[in-house]
């Protein structure tokens, strides 16, 4: 168990709804990030959230976006959902202190798993 | 941008035998980070070993071991020993210091009784 928890574990959805994943980070860890792992694309970063702010951008769609919120727990939000949408989204979390020159260990919830039907 | 390649799409060996897994990455970076990343059927992500770039020797962690070899830009995992549990697809994955894992496009492993 790395201590980051995703919810919900599956979701079966049709195409052009829209979903929220929720990610709740190891305990001080002040970094989120999403992955999406997908049969053709394979495993792709999509956004990275430092104390409330995003940090870096992956291959985001435009139709994707995230937060991350005060207490740390952040969500991904997919709209107009396609068929090539569903994949296993993993969000990892690292604690990324000011100053430390410690290289900063992602640590990986247990996915949700999308379907677009 | 940064690449990660891994030429093995599957591979089987004998339990208590020792595999090695393939990883080519393309950079022009020259500090950066190197990872092995284990998906079991679980599809858990677990970190397996991590090399630094700036470090000559390699990482070892018990039965895990990696060959790096920075001209060359290749990245071996060696598994000894192996046992029933290692059976995972495997990830290697990049990180130039800006923590956006590149992963390559994973190894299936089994490890076969």
């Known amino acids: 168990d790395s201590g980051v928890t995703q919810t919900p574990k599956h979701l079966i959805t049709a195409t052009g709804q829209r979903v929220t994943l929720r990610c709740s980070p190891r305990s001080g860890d002040l970094s989120v990030y999403w992955y999406q792992q997908s049969l053709d694309q394979g495993l792709q970063f999509l956004i990275q959230?430092?104390?409330?702010?995003?940090?870096a951008k992956g291959n985001i769609l435009e139709r994707f976006s995230a937060q991350q919120f005060p207490d740390l727990h952040s969500e991904l939000n997919l709209s107009s959902l396609e068929l090539g949408d569903s994949a296993l989204y993993f969000c990892a979390s690292s604690l990324n202190k000011r100053g430390s020159s410690s290289y900063n260990e992602q640590f990986f919830g247990p996915g949700t798993r999308l379907t677009v039907l | 941008a940064q690449t990660v390649t891994q030429s093995q799409p599957e591979m089987s060996v004998q339990e208590a035998e020792t595999v090695t897994l393939s990883c080519t990455y393309d950079?022009?970076?020259?500090?950066?980070?190197l990872f092995w990343y284990k998906q079991p059927p679980s599809r858990q992500m677990i970190l397996v070993i991590r090399?630094?770039?700036?470090?000559?020797q390699n990482a070892t962690e018990n039965r895990f071991s990696v060959n790096f070899q920075k001209a060359a830009k290749s990245f071996s995992l060696k598994i000894s020993d192996s046992q029933l549990g290692d059976t995972a697809m495997y990830f290697c994955?990049?990180?130039?210091?800006?923590?956006?894992?590149?992963f390559g496009q994973g190894t299936r492993l089994t490890i076969n009784p």
């Open positions: 090399q630094e770039a700036y470090k000559q």
């Open positions: 994955a990049f990180d130039q210091g800006a923590q956006k894992l590149v």
């Open positions: 950079t022009s970076e020259s500090n950066y980070y």
């Open positions: 959230y430092y104390n409330g702010e995003e940090r």
